[in-house]
């Protein structure tokens, strides 16, 4: 098992950046896969882009070309560098850790971003 928490979250207007991160503690972190998801009121948790132990990345079609996501192993710690934010981006952002061998899924407890002017 691993304990994950995000921070980075905020207010922020339209069209501007943040970068959220999350610190992985626990467990070995080059055998997850990571993962940044959101939900906004009234809606379901939706994925928002995973990179996998080895780097490759998959992004959901409502983020692609402005959000990235990346990882640093030896920080044990996943980031998601978001650009060019909307509101339609407002949503809680949870952190997820999924080991590729033991299939077990490990969440974090969120962080807000608002975008709003």
């Known amino acids: 098992q691993v304990q994950l928490v995000e921070s980075g979250g905020g207010l922020v207007q339209p069209g501007g950046s943040l970068n959220l991160s999350c610190a992985a503690t626990?467990?070995?972190?080059?055998?997850?896969?990571m993962a940044w998801y959101r939900q906004a009121p009234g809606n379901q948790r939706e994925l928002v882009a995973r990179i996998t132990n080895r780097g490759t990345t998959h992004y959901a079609d409502s983020v692609k070309g402005r959000f990235t996501i990346s990882r640093d192993d030896a920080k044990n710690s996943a980031y998601l560098q978001m650009n060019t934010l909307k509101p339609e981006d407002t949503a809680v952002y949870y952190c997820n850790a999924a080991h590729f061998v033991l299939l077990t899924n490990d969440w974090g407890r969120g962080t807000q971003v608002t975008v709003s002017s």
């Open positions: 626990g467990s070995r972190f080059d055998f997850y896969n």
